[in-house]
């Protein structure tokens, strides 16, 4: 872990609203799954990018679940927290909702995997994350688990191609 | 499963070439990833069509890993293809490749679901998906293994929510 | 004025945040003006909207001055309030500011009037608005300030322009 | 006023066409406010720099009044032209019409200032701009008349919160 | 011919102009070609349609030549024209100029077929269009041997073909 | 000819998908033909690029013919392949066609000539392209033909000019 000044949750928080134009639906008047996650990438690289002082790329989208539709003339609020820094990547998660007249709706939960670039494009170390509340905690383990998870899958599918591989003599 | 007749992974491949413009890039002159997302969910969608012969929208993003910076005027080709069906959702999975002068690189695989709509834009029961060659059966395989560990997954963290809230008192 | 139950300013608040990409500048890599107007219009929509619970068209732009330069890859916060109430329209106040790893610089300031439209597309009556702190008030009285400069404009151009046509006997 | 030889305001006219598509307009099918201004600064920035014979930044939107709506498939002309030069600064104009098949109807009046930049980027001085017509004496005076009353109001808002600062004892 | 009022060509004329933005050019810097011919489209259609009255679909694109490279930056104007109506369609040209501080400089010349629809949107009947001056008297001579050339290859690659297939036995 | 390696025009091909989104219509749910044309430039850059192995551009746009009109939400496939090279230009012919449940329909062909370049931008000489199918020979002849038949054309158009010039004492 890196030695910088180690930050809180909140401090990495980014919220973007979007209206929902004819220019990001599909023929069902339907917002486009791939404009909600350009809208999702930029709201996420901006969150880790708060962590890590640095910019930052995209190492892999983990999870996106559509949860409710979205459709032409809808206000959306994304917001985006690094749930979890590791040693060179962070885990934002990314809630998205529908503004309705009486609160808001949730419609999507995104969880991405980040990583800070130095100046020649490398990885670099970020600084801890501290979370504070129940729930950025929760959140905190929650990261920790999927990536467990991440880990046990990319095995699991490894030792799947290793048989396929020797049953086939290769 | 539906009565429909089963199809063939192969007779539901996509296959997109594009090229990566200006207006693709972020300020580092890399291929901007909520771009190649979009790019990726209308690859995937065609071949859920292609497969149910209907529209499909998007369920779930299941994993999207970028091994590869992808840079201003690369020329990048996608492949989707329905990987396995189950009753109403399929699994697509899309390779990206960027196209060198002596062939092809692998920069990114990204494994999404898709549910067919009816009329009444409700999910609808799909054809079965016959994999016929080695490489088919492998991925219709890994299809199953990615499903249980998210199922595996949402299972451990409802669980760990369930203990937050007892050990509040909630 | 309308029967409808009043806001506070803070009720109508719309924050969006937006990062400057290479489609979004010109051949300085500035920021263009005309997509930041494009981003000011909608955040002030979407206040207005919140204000008066209907959709709501821009009836004018009456000022927006661009102070600081904003340049490809920076991250800017627009935040739009409605300033004041009156019957039929509503000032909107956009604050842009460009977002430092110390905090945020104020690089633009913009107020628009937008109309609150019936289902005939007719425009129509609008809830009280009620600043509660000094900051506020402030706003509301300057917002007064700006619409009765503009009415007075008005007359003054009037006045001059049917000179010009009496004096050449039209 | 710079030794440039001086232009008049038809020698920095500037016409451009657009047709409203789908990609421009909100649910409503109406031509978006942010899409209009895009278009209103181009012109009004090709205005100047016709005049200046340099690139120009938009410095600041004086007023733009939406007085007719346009729609989906409206065909619109922008007529840009500068009314008035001041030392670093111009007033540009800009008249947007709906054509018809027997004419066209204004829908819109924009004022705009412009600044030109040298080659460090610095506002430098513009050529005397020299009005002929009848309507260019107009308009130049016009826009010596938004002029003054930006800075009278400016002024006042100034005096404004002086009061209100030094009331509050601050 | 139908039995509308006839026009001259001017009458037709459609003006456009263009700012080269980053989102309009390829990794050269140069204007996309796709770009240009889009913006040639549009124009050509108003030309068309003010021709006709009507909306009208793009039949063909007979030749466009891209004699000078256009530049991010670069000003553009398009100057569309109906140069000749036939029966249904109407061949339209569109120059392109590149705006230099002391002219214009004709960058690439268009011509194209354009079809006039009905409330069915079948092809029907355009008005004659009569020119007037010796330049639009050259034009619409030279129409016609464009749509000569055409008709006249067509009938060659047809005679090719057709000889192909019985040399093949088909 | 240069003596770089022949290709074959299979070895050029390149295949595009594109979903027709209603960012890519008019106002009648058309695609539009700008939108076309850009898509058809860029798959035809590219078979260019696979050929010269160098970025090409653009030098002409032979010939489009819209045969089939396209709607909204339909799924089209761009065939680009080389047809014929010249010394420094190639003739690319891209088909494009709409998908159907039960196959392909054609709904316009187009040819375009590219130029490949050198390091400073100059045209430089190309690889030959030996057809080998009786399909890629028919449409290596008939690229010949069009070659012959722009030629003549040109040529007639010059007389043209020159007899109008001469007839008026220029």
Same mark, same amino acid.
């Given at each position: %872990?890196?030695? !910088? *000044?180690?930050?809180?949750? /909140?401090?990495? @928080?980014?919220?973007?609203?979007? !209206?929902?134009? *004819?220019?990001?639906?599909? %023929? +069902? ?16 690289? !901006? ?5 890590? #002082? ?7 989208? &983990? @999870?996106?679940?559509? =949860?409710?539709?979205?459709?032409? #003339? ?16 962070? $885990? ?7 503004? $309705? &007249? =009486? ?13 800070? +670039?130095? =100046?020649?494009?490398? *990885? %670099?170390?970020?600084?801890? !994350?501290?979370? /504070? ?7 905190? &383990?929650?990261?920790? %688990? ?8 990319? $095995? ?7 048989? +396929? ?6």
């Amino acid at each position: %872990m890196s030695s !910088l *000044p180690s930050k809180t949750p /909140q401090q990495t @928080e980014v919220i973007m609203t979007e !209206l929902v134009l *004819p220019n990001d639906t599909n %023929m +069902l008047n339907n917002l486009l799954g791939g404009r909600l996650m350009h809208w999702i990438d930029i709201a996420a690289a !901006l969150a880790a990018r708060r962590h890590a #002082g640095r910019i930052c790329v995209t190492a892999s989208v &983990d @999870e996106i679940s559509f =949860d409710k539709p979205l459709h032409l #003339g809808d206000v959306i609020k994304l917001y985006a927290c690094v749930n979890r820094a590791f040693r060179t990547s962070m $885990e934002v998660g990314v809630k998205t909702t529908r503004v $309705e &007249d =009486d609160g808001e709706v949730v419609a999507n939960t995104a969880y991405l995997t980040f990583v800070a +670039l130095d =100046d020649d494009r490398k *990885p %670099m170390p970020v600084a801890a !994350l501290i979370p /504070q509340t129940e729930d950025e905690k929760r959140r905190f &383990d929650e990261a920790g %688990m999927r990536r467990e998870a991440r880990l046990r899958h990319r $095995e699991n599918i490894h030792t799947l191609r290793e048989q +396929l591989h020797s049953s086939h003599g290769e």
